[in-house]
């Protein structure tokens, strides 16, 4: 389902254009005017994408770039660069830091959701029907199957959804607010420590083959799926 994009422009009346444009489209969006501002959204729930203006009071939009790059959370959230430069210098070297994609302003709101379209489906680590296999565990979209190489794990359709979730986005933390509208979806009302039961029964399902050690608690901020210890 749509991810959450993350727009960082200080002009405010271009924030919100954009955020109308991405709720339209079915896109989660949050906001930030400056760079403190995104790397605390950030930190609270990372994006699937970034929007990023050259422009910006304090750290620049190329630095902070480059700074994302450097950053293992973000490191792989692809970034859209916005501004109003338009020479070919300018363009190259945003991409040399770090952006994937770049825009120039004016824009039409229709070409920016193409844009972070593809660029989410150039970025997307599974397609919907692919296997994915972490530390000897593989999980079947089309079979429904998840197993190592001489047993199948029996799991529950939510806790088949909630595994598929975070074996498509493994090394990220997830709040919970985050896996709730991933795996149950925003429109249906689901308390948050749901997710904990589900947690909770996922883990049991995993361990017979120990990979529930996979599924990490972060301590408050959410959980993760990580071959790391």
């Known amino acids: 389902m749509p991810g959450r994009i993350l727009i960082v422009e200080d002009e405010r009346a271009i924030r919100e254009m954009v955020c109308l444009a991405l709720d339209q489209a079915g896109f989660e969006c949050a906001q930030a005017a400056d760079t403190d501002e995104a790397q605390q959204q950030i930190l609270a729930d990372p994006p699937e994408l970034i929007l990023l203006d050259w422009m910006l009071p304090g750290m620049s939009g190329i630095d902070y770039a480059r700074k994302l790059r450097q950053n293992k959370l973000t490191q792989d959230v692809p970034v859209i660069m916005l501004t109003a430069r338009t020479q070919e210098e300018d363009k190259v070297r945003g991409l040399d830091t770090g952006a994937d994609d770049y825009i120039t302003k004016p824009f039409s709101t229709r070409e920016l959701i193409a844009r972070i379209k593809a660029l989410l489906r150039r970025s997307a680590p599974q397609t919907a029907e692919q296997a994915v296999e972490v530390q000897g565990l593989t999980l079947d979209p089309v079979t429904h199957r998840v197993q190592t190489t001489d047993r199948q794990l029996e799991l529950g359709p939510m806790e088949f959804r909630l595994l598929h979730f975070f074996m498509t986005h493994p090394e990220r933390v997830h709040t919970r607010e985050r896996i709730l509208n991933s795996v149950w979806g925003t429109n249906v009302y689901v308390e948050e420590r749901t997710v904990d039961v589900h947690i909770r029964r996922l883990r049991k399902a995993l361990t ?19 071959a790391q210890a």
């Not at 599924?215 to 959410?222: D, E, K, L, M, S």
Request: glycine share 16%; charged share 20%.
């Open 208 to 226: 017979p083959t120990g990979h529930d050690r996979l599924i990490q608690t972060v301590r408050g901020a959410g959980y993760r799926l990580s």
